[in-house]
């Protein structure tokens, strides 16, 4: 029977890989994203979701999972980032880090509680920043680090209900706009969007079933 996975965030271009590479390993993939959804096509995308805002998340989770049938796995990719130093930045960078990244993941945790039973599973997006933060990288790697400590107490609450909580910690996504935003770049060890799909999917699976509270850092090309 396939699995039945929401992924938030799963509009952007790494969110569709992800997408992408779960629906041919045969999960059934339900999208909630706060961009608006694409208009035709059958599959269950969730569009103008706020993902910081319990309501509206239990409200499209509730859906998602009528659609699904079920709820196996939650994979959260929502998020975003901002280069800015402390001393030249804004603090509203720090509350909207916190929010885009740490607050969106443990929104949809909390709303997929409602619906995981033994087995399931959740997969949070970190950073492999988080650690040896660099300038500019305060704001965001912060949150980052909240994602894993969200990880990690998390999994410990859940692991008797035979839930498992996991997190994937990537370098550097080779995304178009991250090759946009970092044009002179030597692009060649950055991570593939399917190969860290690929990951996703296995810490979804019954394959990583001894798994949980881990941070694997993701740092080759693929």
């Known amino acids: 029977m396939a699995l039945k996975v929401i992924v938030t965030g799963g509009l952007g271009a790494w969110g ?15 999208v909630v994203d706060l961009a608006p959804a694409p208009e035709g096509g059958d599959a269950p995308i969730f569009g103008g979701v706020d993902l910081a805002e319990e309501t509206a998340v239990a409200d499209a989770f ?14 959260n990719i929502a998020g975003g980032f ?19 990244n740490l607050r969106t993941a443990a929104v949809s945790s909390r709303a997929a509680l409602a619906y995981l039973s033994t087995g399931g599973a959740i997969v949070n997006v970190g950073a492999a920043a988080a650690a040896n933060v660099a300038t500019g990288m305060a704001p ?16 410990d609450e859940v692991r008797a209900k035979g839930i498992r909580v996991n997190a994937v910690l990537p370098t550097i996504i080779d995304t178009p706009t991250n090759r ?25 699976s019954d394959e990583s079933a001894s798994i949980t ?5 993701l740092s080759l090309g693929g």
Do not use: H
């Not at 569709?16 to 339900?30: E, H, I, N, P, S």
């Not at 603090?91 to 916190?98: C, Q």
């Not at 790697?141 to 990880?151: E, F, I, N, R």
């Not at 030597?186 to 810490?203: E, H, Q, R, Y």
């Open 16 to 30: 569709r890989a992800v997408c992408q590479t779960l629906g041919a390993k045969g999960f059934d993939v339900a």
């Open 62 to 75: 509730r859906q998602a999972v009528a659609r699904l049938g079920g709820l196996d796995g939650v994979v």
């Open 82 to 100: 901002v280069w800015e130093t402390v001393a030249e930045g804004s603090i509203e960078t720090w509350d909207r880090m916190f929010r885009m």
């Open 140 to 155: 965001y790697a912060a949150s980052k680090a909240g994602v894993m400590a969200l990880t990690e107490g998390l999994a």
């Open 180 to 204: 946009q935003d970092m044009p002179d770049a030597d692009t060649s060890g950055w991570v593939k969007p399917a190969s860290a799909a690929n990951v996703i999917a296995f810490l979804l």
């Open 213 to 217: 509270g881990a941070g694997l850092r």
